[in-house]
């Protein structure tokens, strides 16, 4: 079975205005949804990413250098990940398209499959 990453694409801030019984209701939602693919065999694992302390890590004449995530001029940040199992794409888009982050036509999940690599295969590359 090949494993696929979602990522969930969100404004920034984006519920920060929500009432906590509508939060809660959403994070239910979101639950439920992973419970679900967990029974099923479907589901690898997931996290809500925090909102703020993003870093960005560039190479700038060489060296790697550190700044801050652009979150007050993004139109969008990656607010979580859900990583999956599926039979196929068709099953994969299935899943991404029954997820509880589509909520607000704001949001959006981003779907790619994960190469699978094993740590013998890694060094081997190189």
């Known amino acids: ?10 404004a920034p801030n984006y519920a920060a205005d929500l009432p906590r019984e509508k939060m809660m209701e959403v994070i239910r939602r979101y639950s439920a949804w992973a419970d679900g693919l967990r029974r099923q065999g479907k589901m690898v694992g997931g996290e809500k990413l925090a909102a703020g302390g993003g870093r960005h890590v560039r190479l700038e004449g060489g060296k790697p250098v550190a700044s801050d995530g652009p979150y007050a001029e993004a ?47 890694a060094k081997a590359a190189g």
């Open 1 to 10: 079975m090949a494993q696929y990453i979602l990522l969930l694409h969100q």
């Open 75 to 121: 139109k969008d940040v990656i607010g979580g990940y859900f990583v999956i199992e599926a039979t196929n794409d068709s099953e994969a888009e299935a899943i991404a398209r029954d997820c509880p982050h589509l909520w607000s036509e704001s949001n959006w999940v981003e779907l790619r499959p994960i190469d699978q690599m094993s740590v013998a295969q």
